[in-house]
């Protein structure tokens, strides 16, 4: 691990050092195109203290945090149990599965102009939009997780007399946890993505109320800012549920 962060580091110093180069010592980038480093650091210092676009850094981070968390649990309580269940039940995959195939193509950011019209252009329009970019990865990867159990442990319990219930909890939900989570990164990823997309209509706060509103100031080292705090808050969302990833499959980890 210690020799990955190294590495991971010694990416980022470069990274830095080429933008350095291009923006402030060759001046290859005009700050019109990407702004220079001492740009952004004051970009980040005004939306910090004095803040920009009706609020400061951490009000944008923490509204734009509890929209994600609102859409990723909603499609968390929903997706998986109906991916678990579609997965365990031919006769409940017949039926469920034509709507949801019919749905499944259509991007996340269609349903914008719908979910206006049901809710307006509030927060509650965004966690739809959320939801909907969360629900499909989740469903799809817990069902694939049931899929995946080796057919000889369903027909142990099968023989052992294993209560419906029972078999549920012991045996479909360990079984396909790996792949559950795999959903859940994914999920949590697509709702980043959507959020911004949605608070660039209609919101008075967000991280993509920054990027909107820094676009029509035509002010670049603002919306680097706003890129890096989406990159900073997602990055940690994500750590965050690989910790709860490795708790839960601490057999998987110890393997």
Known sequence: MGRRHLVGVATFALLFAVWYTLTTLTHAIG?????????????????AITGYADARLHAHVLHSVKL??????????????????????????????????????????????LAIVWLGLGDAAKVLIIWFAAFVPAVINSYSGVRAIEPHLLEASRMLGVSR????????????????????????????????AGELIGAIAGLGHVLYQASLDIFPAMIVVGMAAVAVTGAAMTMVLGRIERHVLRWRVQR
Request: glycine share 8%; aromatic share 10%; proline share 13%.
């Open 68 to 113: 994600v968390l609102l859409g990723f649990a909603a499609a968390t309580i929903i997706g998986v149990p109906l991916g678990l269940a579609m997965g365990a039940s031919r006769a409940f995959e017949a039926f469920v599965n034509p709507a949801f195939l019919l749905i499944r193509p259509i991007p996340p950011l269609a349903w914008i102009p």
């Open 31 to 47: 700050p019109g195109r990407f702004p220079a480093p001492a740009e952004t650091w004051d970009a980040l210092r005004q939306i």
């Open 165 to 196: 219930p029972m078999l549920v909890r012991e045996v479909l939900v360990p079984g396909a946890m790996p792949m559950i989570f795999t959903g859940l990164r994914l999920s949590l990823q697509a709702c980043w993505t959507t959020l911004v």
